[in-house]
């Protein structure tokens, strides 16, 4: 007697991987399973997508431990002066954003979980070493290969999601933006405290979350390969488009959405300076946890809002809550226009961050998805690093006429994007991928 058996592929990612028939001999009975995988038939979606957001919180949790108080913990611990101190932040700062240009090969030689778990599992050891390095060549070396990990880890974690059904794909962006700023309103208080109870354990705490977070990105499968013509290393990417470079729906994504993180940096660099006179250093923390707070509030409320507009509606939006936000800046320096400017801003960061990341996986093209995260990463670097550059200028020069530019421009460009969105024929999309 032989019984036929088909295992349900539960999740999203069980559909695109090939069955395997398997006999079970049960008395006379020869039962044929259908199986997936191991993990498709026994682990239910719900606690693999958490798993998904307990890493990118506990991630987040060891990043925000240490970061914001780096600088600080090289001077007082290990006695370095803060010119030096700049040096190594500036480091680990440019490698985190430069280093997506080089673990998207990476990635598809290893495969996406295990590029996760090593990324994960290399910040907490380099973080372990740094505690004990004794000369300042080695703590640049560390700091921009942790830089160079912590790439790997991001950008190995949103190809995971890359494999997701289209439509749940905006759903687990604005998760792990919820659980990034959980993480971001958490760590700097647990890493100030450590600080005054004992300095040397802020990279031990650090560390000890990068290995819990390691330790369940082991729970997650492992995705299916892409298939080969859609996993173009960026070299292959390049050739294949050298006759239509400026027109590729990827790249002009890319320098189009960029200004989103031009606009988005200007809060976190030009604003402490700009308020320095009016209020104090704790209440500007506060007004940063206000912006962690106000995502985690609200960002999971969007992904069910978003087919309310079209998509060029919700970026025409986000750039005129930036607008409003900067327009409160420049008008009143107030505690209540601070205050409610950075939740206005924050509104735009809860509609744009999930979009622009699924926009990634519609318009990378043949290029890999884990090389079209990387390159994304490191272009976005670049416009924050120029917006910081430029917001910093602009408020050395014109200090009282800042945030009324970056209001002006900024309702200028959400202006026009709604202008075109009503001009344009049907069927064509903002930062548009037709040649």
Known sequence: MQVYLSCPKINEIGKYLPTKTTKVYLLSIEIHLDIPSWENCLLPTFVRFSSRIQVRFFN?????????????????????????????????????????????????????????????????????????????????????????????????????????????????????????????????????????????????????????????????????????????????????????????????????????WFFYIQMFSTLPVYVSGEISGKTTGLVFTLNAVTV??????????????KKEQWYSLSFLLFGSSFFL?????????????MFLFSLSEIIWTPLIDTEVLQKHGNLSSSWAFGIAGVVWGLWESFGSYAGLSLLKYFPGRLYLLLAVMTVIIGLSLILRSLSMRKGEKIFRGER
């Not at 705490?205 to 290393?233: D, H, M, Q």
């Not at 985690?296 to 507009?309: N, R, T």
């Not at 008008?331 to 409610?340: E, M, P």
Request: hydrophobic share 55%; aromatic share 14%; glycine share 8%.
């Open 329 to 341: 800046l420049w008008i009143d320096r107030t505690v209540f226009s601070i205050f409610l400017s």
């Open 60 to 260: 987040s949790l060891g990043f925000y431990i240490f970061t914001p108080l780096l600088a600080l913990w090289l001077t007082e611990t290990k006695s370095l002066d803060l010119s030096k101190a700049s040096i190594i932040v500036a480091s680990l700062t440019l490698f985190s954003k430069a280093g997506g240009a080089f673990v998207g090969g990476l990635i598809d030689r290893l495969g996406v979980r295990l590029s996760l778990i090593l990324g994960l599992w290399s910040s907490g050891g380099i973080l372990m070493l740094i505690p004990i390095v004794p000369y300042f060549p080695l703590f640049i070396a560390l700091s921009a290969l942790l830089g160079t990990t912590i790439s790997l880890y991001n950008v190995a974690l949103k190809t995971q999601i890359s494999f997701m059904n289209e439509h749940k794909r905006l759903r687990a962006f604005a998760l792990l933006n919820i659980a990034v700023n959980l993480g971001a309103s958490i760590g700097p208080l647990a890493g100030g405290w450590i600080l005054d109870i004992k300095s040397l354990w802020v990279m031990f705490f650090a560390a000890g979350s990068y290995f819990i977070a390691g330790g369940v990105a082991c729970l997650l499968p492992e995705p299916p390969l892409e298939k080969e013509e859609n996993r173009l290393n960026l070299f292959k990417y390049l050739y294949s488009e050298r006759y239509h470079l400026l027109k590729s729906p990827f790249f002009r994504f890319l320098f189009g959405s960029g200004l989103l």
């Open 296 to 309: 985690i509030a609200f960002q999971g409320i969007f992904p069910s809002v978003q087919p309310k507009l």
